[in-house]
């Protein structure tokens, strides 16, 4: 079967792009000899005036490269030649006698786009689902088919290295106003309209001229002079190295394709555009975000359950939430935005209130910022209904509870709920360190009760761990991954046990950062040495983003139920009885001003510590290295019992879930690359100073003994 089918009519070639047996277009081997053989047959066939690109898949145009073609890359030599391959051929679309128009509807990433730029118009759909990226920097590369060229010569510089270095979407509407399409027009049209413009091309109607680059005039004072230009690279280069902390070199490689572009001629550009892609393919960083990618794609697969278990998800038609809290809020808001209604309750008439006004607030981000309509922002918040009582909870099929984490109090709701919900109906905790066959000891039907543990703040952050019991039935544990994806949340399914998986690798973490404290060493030197690791923060800001008072509890919860390795250290024990709160009390290790911005060190917080007396300095791969294989080495321990199913989940969920250094792979994947020898013996060394907190786990010891591995050396990573 072809990818690519043709048809022509009037001088105008209509090109279908559906590539069998997949959901999206991209660019396979052979959908590139596929395209090959078509321009070769444009360039001799006369009768063909113009061509019009469509996709048969619902809500996508092409997604870009096909990543499985990167572990074939035997070194940057080779990743090189592939990039100077693809240019060749899309420099044809560009420069061929037949003028190619993009019709396009859905999502338009990485090569796809590459491809569009070089055709002689674009037209975009208005419609959510059609958005254009050039993403590759996600994935440790640069773009390789002339996009780091033709991209900034279309939408201007500013607007290239922002779209480029951030790697975000563009919605059609930005697409427009910035050049990079150029005609928006309603999806039920897109076809008939882009073959009337091709008829143009064909008749002469239309020169083939690309129209001048939109920025504005600020941008184009700068853009338009070599000094001006050298401005805008310098800041660019500033902010993606304050932005990395130098761990992703692909930012700083666009930038300088980018700028090749400008320094020579167009050959330079493209040359170095290849060279640099081929430099970043072989990367250890891009092996790693290569292997995230895997990794996410083939959880999205993953029903939840195994395949001899397997059973349908039932669809969620009604949401309850119960708990109008900050959590509470942010559960029915994305309900929300996915079009599925919710009965949202609690005790009391004003905290319903509050709550709603939450909701408010997160549905209104998507107004503000234009992703969606003042009627769709309507429609949407008509969706949560609030309420003090359990009417219409009898037509949810799904609750989440987001109570206070007490176990008392969750076992009071499910008992007043339970009774309320179809036989059918889920209920699910939204608790982050109760064991959830504790909490079920109160239901009369257990197998219909798991866990939907989500991370604050519940609309940015993108892991759900869904945690079953032994009791939770298939059809429950399928339904709520199904619907953690519908919510948009990147789904891990774990087994029940104290904190799970994600709290249970972050509180050793914390702890030894705690512990660190107790010796004297001081709250920034630890969160400035985590943060050079590549955590997005350090673990004593962690500890006050999340609240003083939550993390308390948590740490108690999970050394009464792991034991002493788990037991919090005398520094937070302290500031917590102190009655700070962290951020939310504007005072905690660190000093916040009205607004919640932190202001630096609260030195009054050292008098409250065990180790007052002038803070001891400590080498930052010491501080890196106690607090990191705490974590490490209970991620395996979290295997080896059995709460994780997969090391990929793992990988997953720590990158996540608690911000792992994307460009590490995940715990797992750093266990790999560093070898598990090694890191036994520095476990072991670590255990000699302090007994029993760094006991390598046993896997990790057979793993040491005999050379083992949690991944292929080779070939596909994961999935």
């Not at 059918?424 to 257990?446: D, L």
Request: hydrophobic share 45%; proline share 6%; with cysteine.
């Amino acid at each position: 079967m072809t990818a690519l089918t043709v048809t022509v009519e009037a001088g105008v070639a209509r090109i279908v792009f559906d590539l069998p047996g997949e959901s999206i277009n991209k660019f396979t081997a052979g959908v590139i000899g596929e395209l090959t053989a078509l321009l070769d047959r444009f360039d001799s066939d006369e009768t063909i005036k113009a061509a019009v690109l469509l996709s048969a898949k619902p809500d996508i145009w092409i997604a870009g490269a096909d990543i499985e073609a990167f572990l074939a890359f035997k070194d940057a030599k080779d990743a090189e030649e592939s990039a100077r391959a693809a240019q060749a051929l899309v420099a044809r679309v560009e420069r061929g006698r037949v003028p190619v128009i993009c019709a396009i509807h859905g999502a338009c990433l990485g090569g796809g786009l590459e491809l569009a730029l070089a055709c002689a118009y674009r037209i975009a759909s208005d419609h959510p689902k059609t958005v254009l990226a050039l993403p590759e920097t996600q994935l440790g590369i640069i773009p390789g088919i002339g996009g780091t060229q033709r991209l900034p010569r279309t939408v201007g510089l500013t607007t290239a290295l922002d779209m480029i270095l951030s790697a975000r979407n563009v919605r059609a509407r930005k697409a427009l106003s910035t050049g990079l399409v150029d005609e928006l027009v309603h999806p039920a049209i897109l076809r008939d309209l882009a073959i009337q413009r091709a008829q143009e091309f064909a008749s002469g109607a239309r020169p083939r001229v690309r129209p001048e680059r939109r920025s504005d005039a600020k941008a184009i004072v700068l853009e338009d002079n070599p000094i001006g230009r050298a401005v805008v690279f310098r800041q660019a280069r500033e902010q993606a190295l304050k932005k990395s902390r130098g761990h992703y070199p692909a930012l700083l490689a666009a930038i300088a394709a980018i700028a090749a572009g400008y320094d020579g001629p167009p050959a330079q550009g493209y040359a170095e555009e290849a060279r640099l892609f081929g430099e970043m393919a072989a990367t250890a960083v891009s092996k790693e975000l290569v292997f995230l990618f895997f990794a996410t794609t083939s959880l999205k697969k993953d029903i939840g359950v195994p395949g001899d278990a397997a059973v349908p998800a039932r669809a969620v038609g009604r949401l309850g939430v119960i708990g109008t809290g900050f959590m509470g809020a942010g559960i029915a808001a994305i309900a929300a935005r996915q079009g599925v209604p919710v009965r949202f309750k609690d005790t009391k008439h004003e905290a319903v209130l509050k709550g709603m006004a939450a909701v408010r607030d997160v549905l209104r981000d998507g107004l503000t910022s234009k992703r969606i309509t003042r009627q769709e922002y309507a429609d949407q918040l008509s969706l949560v209904a609030g309420t003090v009582d359990y009417a219409g909870f009898s037509a949810v099929d799904l609750v989440i509870e987001a109570v206070f984490e007490d176990l008392g109090v969750k076992q009071t709701v499910l008992r007043e709920v339970e009774p309320q919900l179809p036989a059918h109906g889920i209920f699910a905790t939204n608790t982050s360190t109760i064991p959830i066959a504790r909490i079920a000891e109160a239901a009369a039907r257990p197998e219909r009760v798991l866990g939907m543990h989500f991370f604050s703040p519940v609309p940015k952050m993108p892991l759900l761990e869904v945690i079953v019991t032994p009791q939770t039935a298939p059809d429950a544990v399928t339904t709520a991954v199904a619907f953690g994806r519908k919510l948009g949340k990147t789904v891990i399914v774990v087994n029940d046990s104290p904190g799970f998986y994600v709290n249970r690798i972050l509180l050793p973490y914390m702890n030894e950062a705690g512990l660190l404290l107790d010796e004297g060493v001081a709250i920034d030197a630890i969160d400035a040495a985590l943060l050079a690791f590549g955590f997005p923060v350090g673990p004593i800001t962690l500890l006050d983003e999340v609240g003083l008072d939550v993390a308390g509890k948590a740490g108690r919860i999970m050394a009464e139920a792991i034991g002493a390795r788990m037991t919090p250290s005398r520094s937070i024990v302290a500031v917590v009885e102190a009655g700070r709160l962290g951020r939310k009390g504007r005072q905690g290790f660190y000093a916040y001003g009205v607004d919640g911005k932190k202001n630096g060190v609260d030195e009054s917080v050292y008098a409250l510590l065990p180790t007052t007396s002038t803070r001891r300095t400590m080498p930052a791969d010491e501080i890196q290295r106690r607090c990191t294989l705490a974590m490490l080495n209970e991620a395996v321990r979290c295997l080896d019992e059995g709460v994780l199913r997969s090391p990929r989940d793992g990988d997953v969920g720590a990158v996540f879930g608690i911000g792992y250094p994307p460009f590490r792979g995940g715990p797992f994947r750093t266990i790999d690359a560093r070898g598990a020898a090694a890191i036994v013996a520095e476990l072991a060394a670590l255990d000699a100073q302090h007994p029993g907190r760094f006991t390598p786990a046993a896997r990790l010891q057979e793993m040491a003994a005999s050379g083992a591995r949690f991944y292929p050396a080779t070939g596909r990573p994961v999935g």
